[in-house]
């Protein structure tokens, strides 16, 4: 079975306490205290120790217009845990693994933090966690090890969203969904996610909410999202690529120039090496 | 004690009142008409019709500093080392040039895996990239690369110094572990491989500005390469002494072809990339990259190989300046890509 998350963002009020399970099961360090004067966001961004992050996007209508079309919109992103991910595939160690719930595990002890995976996820959710920014304590229940060493002595290892491995091992619903008053994030078996958001969809659509879904039924490289979205404006108002593109695509493409290029210099080379006198 | 309700009844103004929201919102407007087109509060947010999420970025920056940018410029020299050791014609004019060649080859395969230690931060770390072999991660293929690389050079360059009575006597039977008819070619086809994938490395993630490059990137860092490498070996060469002039001539005629095709590749990357190109081409990286690599790296060195004499600083000028073309490359590749990553629009419609 896979499993994934549904995260409604028509029905996100922004409380935050998604970010907040999920730094405080996940044992995450704060990210301090920055005021952005991004309406209320203060997170900024996914990052290394940040697994949940809530968008909010005001979109205040000019006086002129009637009361009633402004609309402030929140979505709680999170690791899609995509069907063709960019960073299981650029990992070279083999840390990024499909674990059995069909989502995208970065096993911390076989990581070794050469940052790959960085600049190879299509949605900028990997980063890797400096040595610095990790607490003492921090161990990987999960996998029963500790990884302390690792972490504090030499360079960091990549984070991102674990689906809540540990939790799902034991039965347990992940800690962002499990806090959500809302349901907006919504845990489960992907398929019967699907058509539980695609009837939602319905149902906004009925009363007129141009909503839809990004992440399911994509025709793009990268595929389904394990956890997919439910929007109600363009990917990019969210901070989510309009179209991503798997980085593994470009290989061929590149691999062939490369050996076009090194193939006719050597051949020019072999004949300016028997030619010239 | 009993509350006097009335009294702590707090007068609540009638939010709902569509009257009173708009009275609020024509006030603001008078009071701060600069800012009435972000809205109600006129506190600086975004135009509704943004495109971005605050200009944030969209992508991550890769985290790769010196050691990677070290590892990349090597990497071509010493794959374009390998591919000399096959080029020089061993038992004529070229004798010296296959010798440096494999000496060469060695060192910066020994190197190399000290300089991607660095990056990682400690030794054992390189040995978890042994775990596997993975053929859809271009790092894993070109760690592999460099290690089925070291073994032809290591060969090569064993059997070259007992050769060149460089081992104690007990170990001169080495010179029989290195048939140059063997390590040669395949020096010279792991080479190949080593001076291209530094660039599929950076052409198959999401950077934008290294996705468009797909093609440009992995064939600009080839020829890079093989022009470097063909620097290196003259300049060593020249510094041993008076090499034979037609050894010396080859390397510099292939190194013009190699340095042109390179920056024709260069150039069409600029016409193909547009405004994606825009971190690598239209930046303080660019113009560095235009002077120490177009110019300095590629123009002056072609052009003193034009000159019709032969002087010792015209061979060691022109090499110093094609290598330190070739590292400013890797190096504007690198800044580049951290730039282009912050470019929430570049990210969102990625290069196919
Ligand atoms: S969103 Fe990025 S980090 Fe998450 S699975 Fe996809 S590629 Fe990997
Ligand atoms: S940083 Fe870790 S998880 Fe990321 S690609 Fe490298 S080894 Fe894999
Ligand atoms: S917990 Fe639920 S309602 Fe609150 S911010 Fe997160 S997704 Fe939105």
Redesign the pocket.
């Known amino acids: 079975m896979a499993t994934g998350f549904f995260t409604d963002t028509t029905i996100c009020i922004g409380c935050k306490a998604c970010e907040v399970a999920c730094k405080q099961w996940n044992q995450l360090p704060g990210d301090g205290y920055a005021f952005t004067g991004n309406s209320y966001d203060n997170t900024v961004a996914l990052g290394a120790t940040t697994w949940r992050h809530v968008a909010f996007v005001e979109q205040m209508a000019p006086p002129e217009e009637p009361v009633g079309t402004s609309r402030w919109l929140m979505m709680s992103d999170v690791c899609k845990h995509c069907t063709n991910a960019g960073?299981l595939e650029?990992?070279?160690?083999?840390?990024?693994v499909r674990n059995e719930f069909d989502d995208v595990f970065?096993?911390p002890d076989?990581?070794?933090?050469?940052?790959?995976?960085?600049p190879?996820c299509p949605f900028g959710v990997?980063d890797?966690i400096g040595h610095a920014d990790y607490p003492a304590t921090r161990s990987f229940e999960s996998d029963g090890r500790s990884t302390d060493d690792a972490l504090q002595k030499h360079g960091?290892?990549?984070g991102k969203c674990t689906l809540c491995y540990d939790r799902q091992k034991d039965g347990l619903v992940p800690a962002c969904a499990k806090a959500c008053p809302t349901e907006s994030i919504h845990f489960g078996d992907v398929d019967e996610l699907k058509d539980q958001a695609r009837q939602r969809v319905a149902t906004l659509r009925a009363s007129g909410v141009d909503a839809y879904l990004y992440g399911v039924d994509e025709d793009t490289s990268v595929g389904d999202l394990n956890a997919f979205f439910l929007l109600t404006d363009a990917p990019g108002k969210y901070n989510l690529p309009e179209r991503p593109v798997l980085p593994s695509t470009h290989q061929r493409a590149g691999y062939t120039s490369a050996a076009i290029a090194a193939a006719a210099l050597t051949l020019v080379g072999f004949a300016l090496f028997r030619a010239t006198k | 004690m009993s509350v006097d309700r009335d009294a702590a009844r707090v007068p609540i103004a009638p939010m709902h009142d569509a009257g009173v929201i708009d009275a609020a919102r024509r006030e603001m407007r008078d009071l701060a008409p600069d800012n009435a087109r972000f809205g109600v509060a006129g506190v600086g947010l975004p135009p509704r019709d943004a495109t971005t999420y605050y200009e944030q970025p969209l992508l991550k920056k890769p985290h790769w500093e010196w050691e990677v940018i070290v590892y990349l410029f090597l990497g071509g020299i010493m794959g374009g080392s390998g591919i000399l050791t096959a080029l020089a014609d061993e038992h004529g004019e070229d004798a010296e040039l296959g010798r440096n060649a494999r000496y060469v080859a060695f060192a910066l395969a020994s190197t190399c895996p000290v300089v991607l230690i660095k990056h990682l931060g400690r030794p054992e770390r390189f040995l978890?990239?042994l775990r596997i072999v993975k053929f859809k991660?271009v790092?894993s293929m070109g760690v592999w690369g460099l290690i089925a690389f070291s073994l032809p050079a290591t060969a090569g360059a064993t059997a070259q110094a007992a050769r060149d009575g460089l081992l104690p006597k007990q170990l001169r039977f080495l010179r029989f572990v290195g048939p140059r008819a063997i390590t040669n070619p395949l020096s010279a086809i792991l080479g190949a491989f080593i001076a291209g994938y530094t660039g599929v490395l950076l052409s198959a993630t999401a950077i934008p500005v290294w996705a468009k490059g797909k093609r440009h990137i992995p064939a600009m860092s080839a020829c890079s390469g093989i022009a470097g490498a063909c620097a290196l070996n003259a300049l060593l060469l020249e510094i041993g002494g008076n090499p034979n002039p037609v050894t010396r001539r080859r390397l510099e005629r292939l190194e013009l072809v190699a340095s042109l095709a390179e920056a024709a590749v260069i150039l069409d990357f600029r016409r193909h990339a547009g405004t994606i190109g825009d971190p690598f081409f239209v930046s303080k990286h660019g113009r560095k990259m235009e002077i120490a690599t177009l110019l300095g790296g590629i123009v002056v060195p072609s052009l003193l190989g034009l000159l019709p004499f032969h002087a010792k600083w015209k061979t060691s000028l022109g090499s110093t300046l094609t290598l330190v073309g070739g590292y400013v490359l890797r190096e504007t590749l690198i800044e580049a890509g951290k730039d282009s990553a912050d470019d929430p629009r570049a990210a969102s419609r990625q290069p196919e």
């Open positions: 960073c650029a990992c070279p160690t083999g840390a990024i970065i096993q076989i990581c070794n933090g050469c940052g790959y995976c960085v190879s990997v890797l960091g290892i990549a | 978890n990239m991660s790092m």
